[in-house]
């Protein structure tokens, strides 16, 4: 008999690998709390944009082997395994993880459990969460219940969700307890069989082992953004900098491209979390250069709010800005600690006229900003702009050239906040343009 699965917390890692589950042939219940998106996927709608993602779901609701609900009740006897995959933000009272939706998930599941489960941990935790629950689903089950708990933390990128959960570059299954190996082995069956990595570890690797890779990325990022820094100031040329470094093998091309920094619901929160949870270990100083790595990304949307001064010769109030992009990476419509949401925030509160234009983040930008300004297309934004800012590299953005817009700005000049556009094409054209990691001397 085939397997039941459910995922519990339904946002975008839930909500992937809870279709992913379906296409690879299990029964599967979607839990959430929010009433509202059980709805809108129970009737085969993704409430945020994913490619590839929709189709998927669509198809297996319609099958019938992909179910959502808010009950419990629904999914706690009847699945052999729960994914959990709720929120784990950051705190409002400080730099940890805010643990209250992980653990209400928990006891949610262990309360009702009656027979047998395996209950997997897939949110990005705390070190030590695992051993935590271990207790705490001790604690509260039922002494008839025979419920193990793994961690196998999720590795997903959005914009490439389905495709890093159907081949991920590597599996890490934090297996301790008798069986539950067996049972996700069953589960990534497919992937296991394709050849790919599998790393079975205890509870506590298995938890480093993903903000650990959150925080080796961040790192790598404000790398090369710290030397931005450096020939902004003196000269050089960063992007021809960054191709010569990709080109040792021990460094590596890719998370070398300066720009205005990351964001997005993961590496911000996961650094924070990471240098909150080794200071509570009595651990002050391990992850002290993680608060520098913060400092520099934050101040990459500093550097564009003082370029963006700078171009304007200081006339920014009532000057028009046209912001390109507003989630956090392209091909997805996430602004949570967005770069370019935060940035078009500062110069609207610096007294610039900002008009936004995002592929699919001007909604969640607006439900976040309302008071600031989006515009239905690019044409649109850029019209009467007195500066136009690049600042999220959606393919769209990236092929522009000098023709698609100098009939519209009101003046001929371009931050490009991601390095995506050829600086020599767009000068030739007639404008002044630029980029991160360039000097500017107006
Ligand atoms: P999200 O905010 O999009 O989704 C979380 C969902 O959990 C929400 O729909 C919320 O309503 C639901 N929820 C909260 N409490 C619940 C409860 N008690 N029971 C059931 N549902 C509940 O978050 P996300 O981006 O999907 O991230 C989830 C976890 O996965 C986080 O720990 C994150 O760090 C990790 N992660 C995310 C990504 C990514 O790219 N988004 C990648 C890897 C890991």
């Known amino acids: 008999m085939s397997m039941k699965i459910s995922v519990v917390g ?3 890692l839930g909500v992937t690998h809870a279709a992913c589950m379906a ?55 009847w699945a052999d395994v729960h994914f959990i995959g709720v929120g784990t933000p950051q705190r409002n009272d400080g730099h940890g993880a805010d643990m209250r939706y992980v653990d209400a998930a928990v006891i949610e599941l262990a309360t009702r459990i009656r027979g047998k489960a395996l209950i997997v941990g897939k949110s990005t935790v705390p070190v030590g969460t695992a051993r935590r629950l271990h207790g705490l689903i001790a604690a509260t089950a039922d002494p008839q219940a025979d419920i193990t708990l793994a961690w196998n933390p999720e590795f997903l990128r959005e914009g490439y969700a389905v495709r890093d ?19 996700l082995r069953q589960v990534y069956a497919r992937a296991l069989d394709a050849g790919t990595p599998v790393i079975v570890t205890d509870f506590e690797t298995a938890e480093l082992v993903k903000v650990a890779a959150n925080a080796f990325l961040a790192t790598k990022i404000s790398f090369i953004n ?8 003196i000269g050089g040329d960063i992007t021809v900098l960054a191709d010569a470094l990709g080109h040792d093998a021990r460094i590596g091309r890719k998370f070398l491209n300066a720009g205005v920094g990351f964001g997005g619901g993961c590496l911000p929160k ?10 509570e270990l009595g651990l002050t100083h391990t992850m002290g250069f993680l608060a520098e790595v913060d400092e520099i990304n934050l101040r990459r949307r500093e550097r564009v709010v003082r370029l963006s001064h700078a171009m304007l010769q200081d006339q920014l109030v009532g000057a028009r800005v046209a912001v390109l992009g507003v989630s956090f990476k392209p091909d997805s419509d996430d602004v949570r600690d967005s770069p370019a949401l935060d940035i078009a925030v500062r110069l609207f509160n610096a007294g610039a006229d900002v008009l936004v234009y995002d592929p699919e983040g001007n909604k969640n930008a607006a439900e976040r900003f309302p008071r600031l300004f989006y515009a239905n297309d690019l044409a649109e934004a850029v019209a009467n702009a007195d500066l136009v800012l690049l600042l999220t590299e959606w393919a769209e953005f990236k092929a522009l050239v000098p023709a698609d817009l100098e009939q519209l700005v009101a003046a001929r000049r371009l931050i490009d906040g991601r390095n995506v556009l050829s600086r020599s094409q767009w000068e030739e054209a007639g404008w002044e343009i630029v980029g991160m990691g360039q000097h500017y001397a107006p």
């Open 23 to 77: 296409e690879l042939g299990f029964e599967v219940i979607g839990v959430d709390v929010d009433p509202h998106k059980v709805r809108m996927l129970s009737e085969g709608h993704l409430p945020f944009h994913e490619p590839g993602l929709g189709e998927l779901l669509r198809t297996h609701v319609e099958s019938g082997r992909l179910r959502f609900t808010t009950d419990y009740e629904q999914i706690a006897e």
């Open 270 to 279: 996961d650094i924070r979390a990471l240098q909150a949870r080794t200071s």
């Open 10 to 12: 339904t946002g975008y």
């Open 226 to 233: 710290s030397f931005a820094e450096i020939t902004e100031t």
């Open 165 to 183: 959960t159907m081949t991920p570059d590597r599996l890490v299954l934090g297996c301790e307890e008798a069986g539950s190996e067996a049972i």
